[in-house]
Nanobody
Framework: QVQLVESGGGLVQTGGSLRLSCQAS????????LAWFRQAPGEEREGVAC????????YYADYVTGRFAISRDNANNTVYLQMNRLKPEDTAVYYC????????????????????WGQGTQVTVSS
């Protein structure tokens, strides 16, 4: 079965940390750009971070720069999002995705335009 499965979400206090994982099965992440998106209730979906397939260039949204870090482990077919100094406004469902586009195209795509999309994991940051 071809899928992306996120894990690692949960409830954390302001200033805390979480590490999200996204395990791919049925296909190899190697060769794909990988991204994390998030969506809070009543809000638009946001592109949080992306790492290119071709050159490893990373992109971060301004509101997570310096706090979040995306990484990939092709050997284990997994992409990670390390989230530090979490804030209540980081509360959302976080989704991982894979696509062949570089980040400046990838993050503009709708969900159904991406090659693969996970089911999401809830992150809640209490104040």
């Amino acid at each position: 079965q071809v899928q992306l499965v996120e894990s690692g979400g949960g409830l954390v206090q302001t200033g805390g940390s979480l590490r999200l994982s996204c395990q791919a099965s049925g296909f190899a992440l190697d060769g794909y750009s990988l991204a994390w998106f998030r969506q809070a209730p009543g809000e638009e979906r946001e592109g949080v971070a992306c790492i290119n397939n071709s050159d490893g260039e990373e992109y971060y949204a301004d509101y997570v720069t310096g706090r979040f870090a995306i990484s990939r482990d092709n050997a284990n077919n997994t992409v990670y999002l390390q989230m530090n100094r979490l804030k209540p406004e980081d509360t959302a469902v976080y989704y991982c995705a894979a696509d062949l586009s570089p980040w400046y195209h990838f993050l503009l795509k709708d969900r159904d335009e991406c090659a693969y999309w996970g089911q999401g994991t809830q992150v809640t940051v209490s104040s």
